[in-house]
């Protein structure tokens, strides 16, 4: 999925979105003195930080390469990526858990839940109009692939930071609204609190995914299984080649993968027409293949049948 204006359409929806509802959960937590709303309005307020820091990240990694990074920038959205992260961790469970343990030390009863009850709704209503935005858009990316693998193997951590931030958004809400209804029931402002330390569990388990995903790609994750065999399956093909070894590729960015390989090549033939064969070897990747935008072929006797890097 490359990082284009399409994929920003999505971060500034969330953003906007995200805004209107901080603003209106903080004006409902000052009016009801709920707990829960409160934890709300900062979750709200770290999931805008967290989509400017996603523009940021991508933006960044747009810069060309230069002597000092010869690679590129790519990685920069994966490290504001993985910061995002460390923000919801942070910011959003622990906080989350501290007020809903402050609420349930020291409780202090709801007033005018009604105004509560109606700032969940827009929150509801806001949030889903973000998250159906993120749904369309990493649908269409992940293709044929289920959810959960293609979170493991998505290279562009906003498509689905967006998605989860979203849906723990919308599951907190609900908690929040479980917590004032059990609290005005019962008498017992407790429960508030309680919403507030179940929504950080939430925050936290994302928070839990979204690091270890954005860490992984931090380090540098192999480009698809697919793709290495497609570009095995194209070197072995061409004439003069007798065998196709290991080969090594990672993301720098989304729409950024280097690919290393050890190809055995006829030893009857001269090194003017090696050279002209992994010209041709890497013309063909760059137009088969946009994403591969370095390929190195390291000429090497004997290594057909080598293992190639798991990715």
Known sequence: MSAGAHDNR???IAFWANLGVAVAKFGAAAVTGSSAMLTEGIHS????????????????????ADQFHPFGYGRELYFWSFIVAVLVFALGAGVSIYEGYLHIADPEPAVSPIVAYGVLLIAFVLEGWSTIAAFKEFRIAKGKLGWIDAVKRSKDPPGFIVLLENGAAMAGIVVAAIGLGISQLTGDPRFDGMASIVIGAILAVIAYILAYESKALLIGEAADPELVSDIRSMVERRPGVTGVGEILTVHGSPDQITAMLSVDFDD?????????LVAEIEAQAAVRWPLVKRLYIRPRSGCAGEPTAAP
């Not at 967290?50 to 523009?55: A, D, G, I, M, P």
């Not at 009857?268 to 002209?276: H, K, T």
């Open 10 to 12: 999505t971060l500034w």
């Open 45 to 64: 307020v770290v999931d805008s930080s967290n989509q400017l820091l996603l523009l940021w990240g991508r933006k960044a990694a747009r810069r060309p």
């Open 268 to 276: 009857a033939m001269s090194a003017g027409d090696v050279e002209r």
